[in-house]
């Protein structure tokens, strides 16, 4: 949310308003995007299921990482969302031509997910010069029409993105580090949405797997904290451990193989304390359904 005010120079600039704080701390509001987030689940398998044309995972990952670069400049969550959209209509219908419809499909999903995020959508035309004019406007007006019937126009979504503030406020995180967490936590959750492999996993499961990891990040320093945030967590959503720790480990593998400095991961020490989560060394190790 957020509005125009004019800046010293003259120029337009983007005031966007902070979190509401009495609807983060509500348990009620928690409890209900909790409940309404496996609404908005795609088939984890559609590519076997429904598309049965040539569409490969490495051609959804190539269209996802485009839909990226596009929506750098957009607000948070728009990627997301649109992938969800992306994913929700392939769930449900066949594409005949993925090299001929893809691109196009991929555009859509920002328009309307710009639409739903941003105060002022993506244009059709940028959309257009983004594609290289493999596609024109009026292509994009059809197909957006295409997508939102196919979606019964329930366009809209609870998504790892929404669910971080509502974390972030019910874990001890010290306030100076609570900007650097949740920066890493959505950077992580853009880099998910473009592999195919994670979407057996539910909202809850990617935004506690990409907070976890953040948190993992912080280093030694903050040792306890990552031992005990499922604990944590675990007072207000049903958390699955073990398959948090196959989730930690695919994240971990996904940023192995896009950054070569990546930084060691401390191993979690051990007490008499309930069995911890796997720590980051044991689930680098799970094997991985990698497309």
Known sequence: ?????????????????????????????????????????????????????????????????????ISDVC???????????????????????????LQLLGAVSLFLASKLREATPISVDGLCENGGYSYNCGEVRRWELKVLNALNWDTSAVLPHDLLDHFLVRLPIPGELKQRVTNHARTLINMCCTEYNFLPHSSIMMATGCLYDAVVALGKSHLELRRNLPYLLSEYVEIDKEELGIVHGKIRALMESNRNDLPPVDPVVTDDKPSPLLTPTDVVQLPLEMQ
């Not at 607000?75 to 419809?101: K, M, Q, T």
């Open 75 to 101: 607000e948070e969550g728009v990627l997301p969302h649109a992938v969800n959209i992306l994913d929700r209509y392939l769930s449900i219908s066949p594409v005949e031509s993925p090299r001929e419809e």
């Open 1 to 69: 949310m957020f509005c125009y005010e004019a800046g010293f120079n003259g120029n337009y600039v983007p005031r966007r308003a902070s979190p509401d704080g009495v609807n983060i701390n509500d348990p009620k509001t928690l409890s209900n995007l909790l409940r309404v987030s496996s609404f908005y689940q795609p088939d984890p398998r559609y590519l076997e299921t429904m598309q049965q044309n040539h569409f490969t995972g490495k051609m959804r990952r190539r269209l996802t990482e485009w839909m990226w670069e």
